[in-house]
């Protein structure tokens, strides 16, 4: 199954550009695909993978005839899992400034692409991110009635208008909604069959991970530390963390700790949400949150994919969930907590001077007014409140049903 993906509309409307594209995200998130889509369109273009040797060996060592042969006459040049060139940025500006050719390169590590290679490619390059399925693109590869009903009633954070759903189109997108907490929203687990085949799907992209990025990128060979921070993270996600218990549960020294967590970060494992503040003196400004990528990854770090109704960790996906939803819109969203242990999940700025602040609860009764302490200080901020489940809503502020967020 061919699911279009959203990232295609941006490459398409950039690929008569000057620039170089970068397309950069998580392995087997489906990044191969697109291009190979994108490439299928076009006339008089050539694809390549540096995850062919002799294609690789090539262009790190003789680019002149690398040039003659994949460049000279044709208009599009696609290579996949760039990361792997040694010297890639350097050599990609020497064809890029000496040959009128579009390129458009994809890499698993951000790493790479934005630290070896942009460098020198500063002015002459777009890097896009690409990221598992979001909700509305795994309803697409599920349900096509369903997808329908998310974008017709689709929740807008600046009109904050919620629809009315009947009981039994709010019970198909929770169906949907649990499922996607659970397993994640990796392309290929998406479409598997059972729930056996997506775990051990999971199993294998995480595995792959280890087998990869880790040992490429980083050369480590005592992983096991490595393994042993993951998996400290996937217990405390939307929670602050502390790098002086990360270090000790991991065995890694607290001088390094951060360089590990950069690196989960760039490549696409976990990452850090940071708080909101004006007000040194009375709101935390320093302690980060950790959320996944991926929920379906997380899930596999704990080898936990109990159903959603049985599991005492549902309103930490859901937060978790939100988060990269909302990281897949292209923003930052941040928290915010004062030093009296008041605290609001999310401050989002979405542009336009506009910010808003949500909370984000499994049940809508649970859903409170935000914090004086907040509200008083940051009387601009539109404030929500998004649930999953319930019919009684205790708060004035406006709620999200979270599966049309």
């Not at 002149?64 to 006459?73: D, S």
């Not at 400290?232 to 790098?243: E, H, P, R, V």
């Not at 935000?370 to 406006?398: C, M, W």
Request: charged residues 30%; hydrophobic residues 40%.
């Amino acid at each position: 199954m061919l699911v279009k993906r959203k990232i295609e509309g941006t490459i398409l409307r950039y690929l008569e550009n000057r620039e170089i594209i970068a397309l950069v995200g998580p392995r087997q998130c489906g990044k191969t695909t697109v291009m190979q889509k994108i490439f299928a369109s076009l006339e008089n273009a050539v694809f390549l993978s540096f995850e062919d040797q002799e294609t690789l060996s090539l262009f790190n060592r003789n680019i002149k005839e690398f040039i003659k042969t994949y460049v000279v006459g044709h208009d599009y040049l696609f290579i996949d899992e760039f990361q792997y060139a040694q010297n890639g940025g350097k050599l990609l500006k020497y064809i890029y400034d000496e040959h009128k050719i579009k390129i458009i390169i994809s890499g698993s590590s951000a790493i790479d692409l934005t630290v070896k290679a942009v460098k020198f490619l500063v002015g002459r390059i777009f890097v896009f991110e690409m990221f598992p399925f979001d909700f509305e693109e795994y309803l697409r590869a599920k349900d096509s009635g369903v997808l329908k009903l998310y974008q017709k009633n689709k929740f807008d954070l600046v009109k904050g208008e919620e629809c009315t759903l009947l009981a039994e189109e709010k019970k198909a997108l929770m169906l949907y909604y649990k499922d996607f907490a659970v397993y994640g929203g990796y392309p290929r687990v998406v479409i598997a069959k059972t729930g056996e085949e997506k775990k051990e799907v999971l199993k294998n992209i995480y595995n792959t991970y280890f087998l990869r990025d880790v040992k490429d990128v980083l050369g480590l060979i005592d992983d096991y530390k490595l393994f042993n921070l993951i998996k400290a993270l996937s217990l405390q996600i939307g929670q602050m963390i502390q790098g002086t218990e990360l270090a000790a549960v991991s065995e890694f020294s607290p001088l390094t700790i951060k360089k590990y967590l950069n690196f989960l970060s760039k490549t696409y494992i976990c990452d850090f949400a940071r708080p909101f503040h004006k007000n040194r003196r009375k709101e935390i400004v320093k302690n980060q949150k950790v959320f996944f990528f991926d929920t379906g990854l997380r899930n596999q770090v704990l080898n936990d994919f109990r159903p959603f109704g049985d599991r005492d960790d549902a309103g930490s996906l859901l937060e978790n969930i939100f988060w990269t939803e909302i990281i897949k819109r292209g923003l930052r969203p941040q928290f915010w907590r004062d030093k009296n242990k008041n605290e609001i999940d999310f401050i989002v700025e979405i542009g336009d001077a506009k910010t808003v602040a949500i909370e984000v609860k499994l049940k809508m009764e649970r859903i409170l007014n935000h914090p004086l302490a907040f509200t008083g200080d940051y009387k601009d901020v539109l404030n929500y409140g998004a649930y999953l489940e319930g019919s009684r809503h205790n708060s004035q502020i406006k709620k999200i049903f979270l599966p049309l967020f």
